[in-house]
């Protein structure tokens, strides 16, 4: 495996946790994030591995870790928001 699997798996991982951490809050929420992420993760990761040809590999790997630091930046903004909420 290359290093670039390695950090997409990584931020996968991260993004799956957040959205299940977020579960403790709304359990609706927490299941409609894991769906969302396995729905574009599995879209990404098949275009990573089996359409990549002519270095269509690079686009995809891109298009996996934008979309995952995007969902780990609003599901980190959520528990931030919640977190703050609780205690007011």
């Known amino acids: 495996m290359r290093i670039e699997d ?3 798996y ?3 991982t ?10 403790k809050y709304s359990k609706r929420l927490s299941i409609a994030n894991v769906i969302l992420w396995v729905g574009y993760s599995a879209y990404c990761y098949y275009g990573l591995y089996y ?8 686009a995809w790997w891109f298009y996996l870790l934008f979309v995952t630091i995007l969902h780990i930046v609003g599901l980190l903004l ?5 977190i703050i909420k609780k205690r007011k």
């Open 51 to 58: 359409r990549s040809e002519y270095g269509a590999a690079l």
């Open 10 to 12: 990584i931020c996968s």
């Open 14 to 23: 991260i993004g799956i946790l957040l959205a299940i951490h977020i579960r």
């Open 6 to 8: 390695y950090i997409a």
């Open 78 to 82: 959520y528990t931030i928001f919640r």
